[in-house]
């Protein structure tokens, strides 16, 4: 091939740049719609189940839910819920809601016991033998009885049944970047590390498998996770 020759082929070659940059480009703005459309559709169906199950749950919990109450305020009188501030998705506050487990005076007793502290990695307080709770209280916390107010936030949308447990703004202070990817999912009920050993999980490896979780989330694994709560909660794997 001469000079001639060879310049004409390339000025051939050079020429069809503006379509095939065209194709290209048409290529993947279909892709990236084509991935909006399944992300907004793993959402859509993720909160219809939330909203059916949450609703489902709290009419046939209503009995315990009930006797619950009753227990503990015979056990410590004064209000039955607890609410407290936590972190939602991309650091948004919300205020959820738990059953009462601890004595009213356990925000300040807890300054008395924070060098007992048993969790590994010091963002969260973890006491086996924690002497603010009371009786009913361990119970409800060891059979999770204590989280079941919750779907109140699931239904809401503040959380979802499976994700990241909501943490406290005083522990996301205290997050590195990679513990702050936590933040990227709406918070759960139940997640890996709770079916996996829950406290006895030091907090780098729940860390760990929340990330692992929000890497690798679909509704199957979300549908697993809740079929595994059900002997997690039985056998009170790490429950204190």
């Known amino acids: ?14 020429s069809r740049l503006p379509y095939l940059k065209g194709r290209v480009s048409l290529r993947m703005q279909f892709k990236r719609w084509l991935w909006r459309g399944v992300i907004s559709g793993t959402y859509f169906v993720k909160r219809l189940i939330d909203v059916i199950a949450s609703l489902i749950l709290m009419f046939l919990l209503t009995p315990l839910f009930l006797v619950i109450m009753a227990l503990i ?9 607890y609410k407290q501030t936590r972190v ?43 002497p603010r709770i009371f009786p009913v209280g361990k119970f409800i916390r060891k059979a999770s009885i204590d989280e079941l107010p919750q779907l109140w ?12 447990r909501p943490a406290l703004p005083s ?26 050993g829950r406290s006895n999980i030091p907090f780098p490896q729940q860390v760990q498998l929340d990330v692992q979780y929000i890497q690798s989330q679909s509704i199957w694994m979300d549908i697993k996770l809740l079929l595994q709560t059900i002997p997690a909660v039985l056998l009170s794997r790490g429950a204190y």
């Open 171 to 196: 522990e996301v202070n205290q997050y590195s970047l990679e513990d702050r990817r936590r933040l990227e999912v709406i918070p759960g009920i139940t997640c890996i590390w709770q079916v996996s």
């Open 1 to 14: 091939m001469n000079d001639e020759e060879l310049r004409n082929e390339l000025l051939r070659r050079y």
């Open 153 to 164: 936030n699931v239904l809401k949308g503040d959380m979802s049944l499976v994700g990241p």
């Open 88 to 130: 939602g998705r991309w650091g948004k506050l919300f205020t959820m809601w738990k059953f009462r487990s601890m004595y009213l005076d356990a925000g300040e007793r807890l300054k008395e016991i924070m060098a007992q502290n048993e969790m590994t990695g010091g963002v969260i307080f973890k006491m086996k033998n924690d």
């Open 73 to 81: 305020y015979k056990s410590s009188p004064g209000p039955v819920f």
